[in-house]
């Protein structure tokens, strides 16, 4: 059966990408940011994590994770159309505030279980 395998797939992408987002968020908890919001959904976007750093500077955080570093990995496959739909969701999030806060966009990926954090990964301009 062709869509059982597809399903099985799509279902362990998912475990993995909960899995890197729950390590994700502890890693950058024990550095001293705090959690805001998880997988903050709108319409054309997504962040899977909003965090507030000690100098109160709002994080929206993309977790990639990949099984093995083929085809570029994790970092690789955060692509243009990937990260406007990203900025997209930020300037969202953004709105619904009185004042905007200072901000950023990081990255943390997860290449065959190494977790690695890269702040300042891209900006809303790029």
Same mark, same amino acid.
């Given at each position: 059966m062709a869509g059982m395998g597809q +399903? +099985?797939?799509q279902r362990a992408a998912r475990r993995l990408g909960q899995s890197a987002e729950d390590q &994700?968020? &502890?890693d950058?908890? &024990?550095r001293g940011l705090r959690l805001v919001q998880r997988n903050y959904?709108?319409?054309g976007g997504e962040i899977d994590l909003i965090m507030r750093a000690a100098d109160a500077t709002l994080v929206f955080v993309e977790v990639r994770a990949r099984s093995h570093a083929g085809f570029?990995?994790?970092a690789g496959s955060i692509d243009a159309r990937k990260r406007q739909r990203i900025v997209l969701a930020a300037r969202h999030y953004l709105a619904r505030l009185?004042?905007?806060p200072v901000c950023r966009f990081?990255?943390?990926t997860l290449d065959a279980g190494t977790l690695e954090w890269l702040?300042? &990964?891209f900006a809303a301009e790029d």
């Amino acid at each position: 059966m062709a869509g059982m395998g597809q +399903w +099985w797939r799509q279902r362990a992408a998912r475990r993995l990408g909960q899995s890197a987002e729950d390590q &994700a968020c &502890a890693d950058l908890q &024990a550095r001293g940011l705090r959690l805001v919001q998880r997988n903050y959904r709108v319409r054309g976007g997504e962040i899977d994590l909003i965090m507030r750093a000690a100098d109160a500077t709002l994080v929206f955080v993309e977790v990639r994770a990949r099984s093995h570093a083929g085809f570029g990995g994790a970092a690789g496959s955060i692509d243009a159309r990937k990260r406007q739909r990203i900025v997209l969701a930020a300037r969202h999030y953004l709105a619904r505030l009185p004042e905007e806060p200072v901000c950023r966009f990081d990255v943390v990926t997860l290449d065959a279980g190494t977790l690695e954090w890269l702040p300042g &990964a891209f900006a809303a301009e790029d």
